[in-house]
C-alpha cells in the first residue's frame, strides 16, 4: 500500500493538489513551522508503516515536511537511519538511491528547496509584523496580509542578502551565472537578473570560482 503524507496549514487551504491518485493518506492541519513528529498524523502514519513494514512514503512538496531546514535535515536523517525513503512528487526525488543508499545531489537539492521554504516563512512573518504595525499605527482593524510592498528602495547588497549564501552555492557547484539565474528566477525570494548577477560578482559579493569546487 502506497502511503501519502499531505500537510495543510488551515482547514479551508485545498489538499487535492497533494493528493495522488491511489494509496493510504494521513492528512494533518498545521503549520510547517510544526516539528514533523511532533504533528498527529505523522505518529499515525508511522505507526502504520511500522505495523505494515512499509519502508516508504510520499509528500507532494519539500515545504509539507516543514518550513524549518533543521527539522528537514533531521527529518531526512532520522528517516534514513531507519531505511525509510522520503519521495517528493513535486520534484522527482528520493533520498534514498535504488541501492537504499543516500543519493548525495538528491540531498544538496532538498536542502536548497528548504532553504527556501524556510526563508518564504520568515518573509510572510515579516509581511504579516508590518501589517499589524501599519493597521495598529492607523487604528484600523487588522484584516490580513496586504498585497503589494511598501519597502523603500534598498542598496544591491541588502535588497539581495537573504539569496547570497544560495546563490554562492549554486557557484560553488560549477554553475554558471546563466544557470544561477534560469534556477532561481521562478522563485520569488530569490529572483534576481543575469546583470545584478554579474554585478554582485564585481563587487566581489559573489564568487565565481575557476573550477568546480568539491563538495564535503
Known amino acids: 500500500m502506497k502511503v501519502i503524507y499531505v ?32 504533528r498527529p498524523q505523522v505518529k ?20 509539507r515536511l516543514g518550513r524549518n531546514l533543521n527539522d528537514v535535515l533531521n527529518t531526512i536523517d532520522v528517516m534514513t537511519a531507519e531505511g525509510i525513503n522520503i519521495h517528493f512528487s513535486a520534484h522527482g526525488l528520493s533520498t ?16 536548497f528547496l528548504a532553504m527556501v521554504a524556510e526563508m518564504q516563512l520568515n518573509r510572510i512573518k515579516e509581511t504579516q ?28 547588497e541588502k535588497k539581495y542578502s537573504k539569496g547570497l549564501p544560495i546563490y554562492q552555492g549554486l557557484l560553488n557547484t560549477g554553475a554558471s551565472v546563466l544557470n544561477v539565474h534560469d534556477q532561481c528566477k521562478s522563485i520569488p525570494e530569490l529572483k534576481i537578473s543575469r546583470n545584478t548577477l554579474t ?3 564585481a563587487k566581489g559579493l559573489l564568487i565565481k570560482p575557476s573550477s568546480k569546487v568539491k563538495l564535503i
Open 7 to 38: 500537510r495543510i496549514s488551515t482547514s479551508n487551504q485545498n489538499e487535492e493538489r497533494q493528493l495522488q491518485k491511489e494509496g493510504k493518506c494521513f492528512i494533518d492541519t498545521i503549520s510547517g513551522s510544526s516539528e514533523f513528529f511532533t
Open 44 to 63: 499515525e502514519m508511522l505507526r502504520y508503516m511500522k505495523l505494515n513494514n512499509i519502508k516508504e512514503f510520499y509528500v507532494d512538496h519539500v515545504d
Open 96 to 111: 534514498l538511491d535504488n541501492e537504499g543508499k543516500v543519493s548525495p545531489i538528491a540531498k544538496m537539492v532538498i536542502q
Open 129 to 156: 509584523k508590518g501589517g499589524i504595525a501599519v493597521a495598529k499605527a492607523k487604528k484600523t482593524k487588522y484584516l490580513g496580509r496586504k498585497r503589494g510592498s511598501l519597502e523603500k528602495e534598498e542598496t544591491t
Open 199 to 201: 554585478s554582485l560578482i
